[in-house]
């Protein structure tokens, strides 16, 4: 039966972000997520002319989940509480997830080795700034907190913090309290913005 090309796409896309959860990125080809996908090679060059398409598409597959993650901040009790609640809902996903980060981290050092033919590199910060600034503006707008940095550079603090955090737990979950040392740095963060 044949399969439609919006709905073959989707399919190339889940594929991509599952093996590149299970296997890392440097599994990634066109031939394997055909394979993954159960959809023949043609259909797959069809939907995609080369391994950078695909990629871009599972970074915006990513972005879109990223509100997962933070959709459920408390944004009218003010600018701390929901940035420690999107704290906690990124802390949350690396622990059950955590194959799903590290694919993600790969996912950007990819980029970023390949600058020169993909533009994915430019635009994975800046999606996270979008839609935590939205986030973190808002709660603070709702409360009248003030913050005494910008909001991208609150969020480009946050997300420094969470990746180094991240990272280290990633090598060795049990070597320490890496959840207890995030949120000390995120209070920290918040001190200096005032909040």
């Given at each position: 039966m044949r399969v439609p090309a919006d709905e073959r796409k989707e399919q190339l896309i889940s594929a991509t972000v599952e093996l590149m959860r299970r296997e890392g990125v440097q599994s990634v080809t066109i031939r394997a997520?055909?394979?993954?996908?159960n959809a023949n090679l043609a259909?797959?060059?069809?939907c995609f002319s080369n391994k950078d398409e695909l990629m871009d598409a599972a970074a915006e597959a990513w972005f879109k989940n990223l509100s997962r993650f933070s959709k459920d901040a408390s944004i009218e009790l003010g600018l701390r509480t929901a940035v420690e609640q999107v704290a906690d809902g990124y802390w949350r996903a690396l622990e059950e997830e955590p194959r799903s980060l590290l694919a993600e981290f790969e996912l950007i050092f990819w980029a970023t080795r390949n600058a020169a033919v993909s533009p994915l590199a430019t635009k994975i910060y800046p999606a996270y700034e979008a839609e935590l600034g939205r986030i973190f503006s808002s709660a603070a707008g709702n409360s009248g907190d003030e913050c005494l940095i910008g909001f991208p550079a609150l969020v480009r603090s946050f997300l420094m913090v969470y990746d180094g955090a991240a990272i280290q737990y990633l090598t060795d979950p049990t070597a320490a309290d890496y959840r207890a040392l995030f949120f000390m740095m995120v209070d920290a963060l918040l001190v200096k913005a005032g909040v």
């Amino acid at each position: 039966m044949r399969v439609p090309a919006d709905e073959r796409k989707e399919q190339l896309i889940s594929a991509t972000v599952e093996l590149m959860r299970r296997e890392g990125v440097q599994s990634v080809t066109i031939r394997a997520i055909a394979k993954e996908a159960n959809a023949n090679l043609a259909a797959a060059h069809y939907c995609f002319s080369n391994k950078d398409e695909l990629m871009d598409a599972a970074a915006e597959a990513w972005f879109k989940n990223l509100s997962r993650f933070s959709k459920d901040a408390s944004i009218e009790l003010g600018l701390r509480t929901a940035v420690e609640q999107v704290a906690d809902g990124y802390w949350r996903a690396l622990e059950e997830e955590p194959r799903s980060l590290l694919a993600e981290f790969e996912l950007i050092f990819w980029a970023t080795r390949n600058a020169a033919v993909s533009p994915l590199a430019t635009k994975i910060y800046p999606a996270y700034e979008a839609e935590l600034g939205r986030i973190f503006s808002s709660a603070a707008g709702n409360s009248g907190d003030e913050c005494l940095i910008g909001f991208p550079a609150l969020v480009r603090s946050f997300l420094m913090v969470y990746d180094g955090a991240a990272i280290q737990y990633l090598t060795d979950p049990t070597a320490a309290d890496y959840r207890a040392l995030f949120f000390m740095m995120v209070d920290a963060l918040l001190v200096k913005a005032g909040v």
